[in-house]
């Protein structure tokens, strides 16, 4: 492929030309990083959406769902410490009157010398061949060293000033880095300042009586104000979960990258709630949980990597992301954190109630202590879609393009193509479509060439073609072809569900967890 602006342009033209994303609002000439999930897009999304769900609610005894509401009360979000520590470190470009987000500016420097590291690592691996050792090389190779050294060094710094509030140095590492402005060059910046992420409005009609409300800017808070309610209607005992997927706001200050960092966009949420004391434990485990629902997915080991927070939130006493390569390089994807018991004490002291949880085990009450999963959707999307978008030159020169989605995600999971628009044809691929539609989402196609059709199948994602042609008038045999490999094989009508459920079922998929 192309370089990496290259292939992500062509990610968002894709996603618009084949029904998954549209610019909110497009015909206003749109609203900066908000978004439209069309009629493959939300197909796909509620399919991830699942996948998750089942994961993580129907395979565990010991976590259950809720939906809690958008709007909360205001004083959920002094508790939750969002009034107070919501915020992003800006900066201004003074020549390019361009926004930034200071720490973005050096995480993206920092990135350059990933990017750097990742070139020498295939540059050895080409020289060396099988007797490549990829660890010894980064741990003892002067120069990859010089820049790993040099990048943890940078963010350590960085970490220690934002956790001191130390804006003046953010600025002074942001200069001292030569770091210029990323569209003009100019290294002619302001002070670094806070600026707090959460939309307002108000609820109520008249001007004394109304309150000033906010978009909720995570899921999470809607699990822990709930915490008791669903502990003791659903009699859950410690460690149990809550799971929640619904959408977010945050007034994001670098708004590109398209569905990337949006303004509203959905989050999937587990809060797991645990003895103190074992937290650390848990973390650990539910690292590992979620990179394995990562990997079964089978978008690529190499593709995924742990980065653990040096600089940790004011509710966290260890943090860590999934990172995924997208095409613009290794960014989060989801975030793992150790929570304490934070926001329930604080709830707790703001809200004057008990969130306390009676041990009979221990025959003692306590404030338990949280394990979070936190992943957004519209990013794990991302991460699927620009994966799967591939082009592929085949034998007669020619290039195709290929959606490889996981066909459990997949939006149609066949199209049913007749031959021709006559003989019979038609009547027959209806009734496939009949049969299967109680099972799948399948779609009927018989519009061009079928070798045009495939194509567009091809580059709309669908994992299988069901051809009807005049053998099958006979004996009710059809062509079934697979979109990645393109092979065909001939089977009995009968059979294709068969067929299909083995390759889309979650089952199969989440076994290889
Ligand atoms: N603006 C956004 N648009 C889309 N997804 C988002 C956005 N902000 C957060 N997410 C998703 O929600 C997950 C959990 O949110 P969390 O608050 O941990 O993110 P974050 O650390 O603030 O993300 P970032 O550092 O990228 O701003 C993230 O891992 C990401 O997948």
């Given at each position: 492929m192309?370089?990496?602006?290259?292939?992500?342009?062509?990610?968002?033209?894709?996603?618009?030309?084949?029904?998954?994303?549209?610019?909110?609002?497009?015909?206003?000439?749109?609203?900066s990083a908000v978004y439209d999930y069309a009629q493959n897009g939300v197909e796909l999304k509620k399919n991830i959406r699942d996948y998750w769900w089942k994961a993580m609610v129907q395979?565990?005894?010991?976590?259950?769902?809720?939906?809690?509401?958008?709007?909360?009360?205001?004083?959920?979000?002094?508790?939750?410490?969002?009034?107070?520590?919501?915020?992003?470190?800006?900066?201004?470009?003074?020549?390019?009157?361009?926004?930034?987000?200071?720490?973005?500016?050096?995480?993206?420097?920092?990135?350059?010398?990933?990017?750097k590291i990742e070139k020498e690592v295939a540059k050895a691996a080409k020289r060396f061949g099988d007797s490549f050792d990829k660890e010894q090389f980064l741990a003892t190779n002067p120069r990859v060293v010089g820049y790993k050294e040099k990048g943890d060094a940078i963010l350590h710094r960085m970490g220690k000033s934002l956790e001191n509030e130390d804006l003046a140095d953010v600025k002074l590492l942001i200069e001292e880095l030569e770091i210029g402005c990323p569209l003009s060059g100019s290294k002619n910046w302001t002070d670094v300042k806070q600026f707090n992420l959460m939309f307002g409005t108000k609820i109520g009609a008249s001007a004394d009586t109304a309150m000033d409300l906010y978009l909720r800017p995570e899921t999470a808070q809607g699990?822990?104000?709930?915490?008791?309610?669903?502990?003791?209607?659903?009699?859950?005992?410690?460690?149990?979960?809550?799971?929640?997927?619904?959408?977010?706001?945050?007034?994001?200050?670098v708004a590109r990258q398209f569905i990337f960092r949006m303004r509203e966009f959905e989050q999937m949420e587990m809060q797991f709630f645990v003895r103190p004391g074992t937290q650390k434990e848990w973390y650990e485990q539910w690292k590992e949980t979620r990179l394995k629902w990562h990997l079964s997915l089978g978008m690529g080991e190499d593709n995924y990597r742990f980065h653990d927070h040096e600089k940790l939130a004011h509710y966290a006493d260890a943090a860590a992301d999934i990172e995924?390569?997208?095409?613009?390089g290794f960014k989060e994807l989801e975030g793992i954190h150790s929570r304490t018991d934070f926001d329930l004490s604080s709830h707790e002291k703001h809200s004057g109630k008990k969130m306390q949880y009676f041990d009979p085990e221990l025959n003692e009450r306590y404030v338990p202590y949280v394990v979070e999963t936190s992943i957004g959707l519209d990013r794990m999307f991302l991460a699927v879609f620009s994966h799967s978008l591939v082009e592929e030159e085949l034998e007669n020169g020619t290039v195709r393009t290929v959606l490889k989605l996981p066909a459990v995600l997949a939006p149609t999971k066949a199209a049913i193509l007749p031959l021709v628009k006559k003989d019979g044809l038609p009547e027959i691929a209806r009734k496939i479509v009949e049969d299967l539609k109680w099972d799948f989402n399948v779609a009927y196609d018989e519009k061009d060439a079928v070798g045009r059709r495939y194509r567009r199948q091809d580059a709309a994602g669908t994992p299988f073609c069901i051809t009807v042609d005049h053998n099958t008038l006979n004996d009710?045999?059809?062509?079934?072809?697979?979109?990645?490999?393109?092979?065909?094989?001939?089977?009995?009508?009968?059979?294709?569900?068969?067929?299909?459920?083995?390759?889309?079922?979650?089952?199969n998929w989440l076994m290889k967890m």
């Amino acid at each position: 492929m192309a370089n990496q602006d290259d292939q992500f342009k062509k990610v968002v033209s894709h996603a618009k030309e084949y029904g998954y994303v549209f610019q909110s609002s497009e015909i206003y000439d749109g609203l900066s990083a908000v978004y439209d999930y069309a009629q493959n897009g939300v197909e796909l999304k509620k399919n991830i959406r699942d996948y998750w769900w089942k994961a993580m609610v129907q395979m565990h005894e010991n976590i259950v769902g809720l939906d809690a509401a958008i709007f909360m009360h205001p004083t959920t979000w002094k508790a939750s410490g969002h009034i107070d520590a919501f915020n992003d470190p800006l900066i201004d470009n003074k020549d390019s009157k361009k926004r930034y987000r200071a720490d973005v500016l050096i995480e993206d420097y920092v990135g350059k010398l990933d990017a750097k590291i990742e070139k020498e690592v295939a540059k050895a691996a080409k020289r060396f061949g099988d007797s490549f050792d990829k660890e010894q090389f980064l741990a003892t190779n002067p120069r990859v060293v010089g820049y790993k050294e040099k990048g943890d060094a940078i963010l350590h710094r960085m970490g220690k000033s934002l956790e001191n509030e130390d804006l003046a140095d953010v600025k002074l590492l942001i200069e001292e880095l030569e770091i210029g402005c990323p569209l003009s060059g100019s290294k002619n910046w302001t002070d670094v300042k806070q600026f707090n992420l959460m939309f307002g409005t108000k609820i109520g009609a008249s001007a004394d009586t109304a309150m000033d409300l906010y978009l909720r800017p995570e899921t999470a808070q809607g699990i822990f104000v709930n915490f008791l309610n669903v502990q003791k209607t659903g009699r859950m005992k410690i460690p149990f979960g809550i799971a929640q997927t619904g959408k977010a706001f945050r007034n994001e200050i670098v708004a590109r990258q398209f569905i990337f960092r949006m303004r509203e966009f959905e989050q999937m949420e587990m809060q797991f709630f645990v003895r103190p004391g074992t937290q650390k434990e848990w973390y650990e485990q539910w690292k590992e949980t979620r990179l394995k629902w990562h990997l079964s997915l089978g978008m690529g080991e190499d593709n995924y990597r742990f980065h653990d927070h040096e600089k940790l939130a004011h509710y966290a006493d260890a943090a860590a992301d999934i990172e995924f390569r997208f095409p613009f390089g290794f960014k989060e994807l989801e975030g793992i954190h150790s929570r304490t018991d934070f926001d329930l004490s604080s709830h707790e002291k703001h809200s004057g109630k008990k969130m306390q949880y009676f041990d009979p085990e221990l025959n003692e009450r306590y404030v338990p202590y949280v394990v979070e999963t936190s992943i957004g959707l519209d990013r794990m999307f991302l991460a699927v879609f620009s994966h799967s978008l591939v082009e592929e030159e085949l034998e007669n020169g020619t290039v195709r393009t290929v959606l490889k989605l996981p066909a459990v995600l997949a939006p149609t999971k066949a199209a049913i193509l007749p031959l021709v628009k006559k003989d019979g044809l038609p009547e027959i691929a209806r009734k496939i479509v009949e049969d299967l539609k109680w099972d799948f989402n399948v779609a009927y196609d018989e519009k061009d060439a079928v070798g045009r059709r495939y194509r567009r199948q091809d580059a709309a994602g669908t994992p299988f073609c069901i051809t009807v042609d005049h053998n099958t008038l006979n004996d009710d045999t059809v062509t079934i072809r697979h979109r990645d490999t393109m092979e065909q094989q001939r089977v009995k009508i009968a059979d294709l569900k068969a067929i299909i459920k083995e390759e889309v079922d979650v089952k199969n998929w989440l076994m290889k967890m």
